[in-house]
């Protein structure tokens, strides 16, 4: 353990992504204390898209909501369908994953080829065919795109247990008579944590950005909930007279993306090297 | 290597069955009744009970399926509520400036990605290295619409050189192919850097430079050829992420492509014209797949198929 938190310490990006990930988390937690306005009730059309100034240091988007505030607060919108996304994703995904590399066989086929099937959407496509059917809005959403992740869980656990299944520990703790299911969760998953935790860190870097991406198609969180991409999407008609409208969010989106990018690969570094390039 | 070639095109079958299931239940789980949206607020019940006969609708489930297959094997995959036209048409005009975005990309991004990843593996820890690998991490990290609408700002804005958005000539091609791309070239520079930068240090690279062959034949002829493969894997890779960042491209530029016409169709609850998008964008990613799996086993004679 030690060891591991060395080599994450001298990994000088993984660091910096690190603080990155948790100045937006302090940001989200102080939000309605250090924000100068209230996000969507501090609105005045004589002041709409004005530019950053000292009343507003970001200037004020298309109904003169000061846009540091939205900012601030979306960050706790953005982070929080972060976490949501990626534990629907891990707590569907992982189990099935976890069983169907476990008992192999005619049960891992069928559960492989409907994989197969999902993986068929490519990317955000399969969280917006899933926001179709429950409708557009911020927690609609954000089960959408942990749906959409269970997939690449499936994947990965699968992977992981397949490997431990063979190895001596597992066999000895067969011959003492230990259950199958004991075995699943006592020593086989405990030591896929490594792909485990690197791709739900890498994860939240894609939640993010989808989550982003649905607010801006206009399927995710609605107005007036402050969320960068749905800030984005409103304010792109604006983009000739108030450039800084669409460019303030979309920073925020790739600070906190970055963050946990450049977090994740250092995890990975640090836990487990074998693991580059194969995630 | 045929018999390789069949058997893949033999197990796409399957997937591609599963995605109609797919596709199809998810349309039934739908909020609103079709059969009512098609006739009407104001239909009466005899009126929608009609149309609900005529579109089928009054038929058990897998019977439905079996009538929904049929159709898409003659072509027939209904009318858009919104416009009345076959969707087969609405859906097939729309996919070809997709696919056109698509490939420009992904032409973009092999051709980016693949240069500056060589490049900078060639000349690790240079001026080159360092700027080349922090753009890759901000293109890796940016999202896809606000990158687009930067360049939007940037280059038709402030500089007025290119079109904002539509589609027709070249230039209007150039944004949002910039803009999609972005994300894959900061992806296959990184990939390639890394598989270049182990390649370089291998023996033969060593007895290449030893025979006093000079750097770039060194570097093209000898790493580069065997970094290749795994870098071809890694574009095939990128096409499903391209197609489904097509989608928030198109949304930026007013591209008019099938991504647009799908997320308009969800907002405008024209079912028949999102299941028949849905379906045209799932079944070219798995034909593309298959595609770049079997290129994939022409190019790399190491692999061995039984």
């Known amino acids: 353990m030690r060891d591991i938190l060395k080599r994450l310490l001298r990994h000088r990006l993984a660091v910096f992504g690190a603080c990155l990930i948790g100045t937006f988390a302090l940001l989200a937690v102080l939000a309605p204390y250090i924000s ?61 994953g976890a069983i169907s590399g476990y008992y192999g066989g005619s049960l891992d086929m069928t559960v492989q080829r409907f994989v197969e099937i999902l993986m068929a959407f490519p990317g955000i496509l399969l969280a917006i065919v899933v926001v179709a059917v429950l409708g557009p809005g911020m927690w609609n959403a ?73 607010g801006f ?24 007279a108030a450039p800084h409208v669409t460019t303030f969010p979309g920073v925020a989106i790739m600070l906190a993306v970055l963050g946990f990018n450049l977090f994740g690969d250092g995890l990975r570094d640090a836990l487990d090297p074998r693991l580059r390039g194969r995630m | 290597m045929i018999q390789y070639t069949l058997r893949r095109l033999f197990m796409a079958i399957p997937t591609l069955l599963g995605v109609t299931v797919l596709v199809f239940g998810i349309v039934r789980m739908l909020p609103g009744d079709p059969a009512q949206t098609l006739a009407g607020v104001y239909a009466t019940r005899d009126t929608v009970e009609r149309v ?26 209904g009318r858009s509520i919104r416009t009345g036209r076959p969707v087969s048409i609405e859906v097939w005009e729309r996919l070809l400036p997709t696919l056109e975005l698509t490939a420009m990309s992904l032409l973009l991004a092999t051709l980016f990605g693949i240069t500056a990843g060589v490049v900078s593996a060639s000349k690790p820890y240079s001026l080159f290295d360092y700027t080349s690998m922090a753009l890759a991490l901000v293109g890796v990290s940016a999202p896809v619409f606000w990158l687009g609408l930067m360049l939007m700002l940037l280059f038709s804005v402030q500089l007025g050189w290119l079109p904002a958005a539509g589609r027709g000539t070249i230039n209007h091609l150039i944004l949002p192919s910039i803009a999609l791309a972005a994300n894959s070239i900061a992806l296959i520079a990184r990939f390639t850097r890394s598989t270049m930068l182990e390649v370089l240090r291998m023996e033969y690279v060593g007895t290449a430079r030893a025979k006093g062959l000079r750097e770039p034949t060194v570097i093209l002829r000898h790493a580069f050829r065997n970094a290749l493969i795994a870098v071809i894997t890694i574009v095939g890779l990128r096409f499903g992420t391209l197609l489904s960042g097509a989608v928030l491209t198109e949304t930026v530029f007013n591209w008019p492509g099938v991504g647009r016409l799908m997320v308009d169709s969800i907002l405008a609850r024209d079912y028949p014209v999102v299941q028949g998008a849905v379906l045209m964008v799932a079944g070219s990613f798995v034909v593309i797949n298959l595609v770049v799996d079997l290129l994939y086993s022409v190019v790399n004679p190491r692999v061995q198929y039984g």
């Open chain 1, 36 to 96: 100068p306005y209230h996000p969507t009730r501090d609105f005045s059309l004589a002041n709409k898209l004005a530019p950053p100034s000292s009343a507003h240091w970001l200037g004020t988007d298309e109904l003169g909501r000061d846009m540091l505030t939205r900012i601030l607060h979306g960050a706790q919108t953005s982070l929080m369908m972060g976490v949501v996304a990626v534990s629907i994703g891990l707590f569907i995904g992982a189990p099935i």
């Open chain 1, 142 to 214: 954000m089960i959408a795109v942990g749906i959409a992740f269970v997939p690449t869980y499936v994947r990965v656990v699968r992977g992981s247990v397949l490997e431990m299944r063979e190895r001596e520990f597992v066999e000895a703790a067969r011959a003492l008579g230990a259950g199958h299911g004991a075995i699943i969760r006592r020593h086989i998953l405990p030591n896929c944590l490594a792909p485990i935790i690197v791709i739900c860190t890498l994860e939240m870097g894609s939640a993010i950005l989808w989550a982003a991406g649905l």
């Open chain 1, 217 to 240: 198609l206009g399927l995710g969180a609605q107005p007036p909930t402050p969320e960068w991409g749905t800030m984005l999407g409103r304010s792109r008609v604006y983009i000739r």
């Open chain 2, 52 to 77: 609900r006969r005529e579109l089928g609708l009054d038929q058990p489930i897998h019977m439905q399926y079996v009538q929904f297959m049929s159709g898409l094997f003659q072509g027939d995959l």
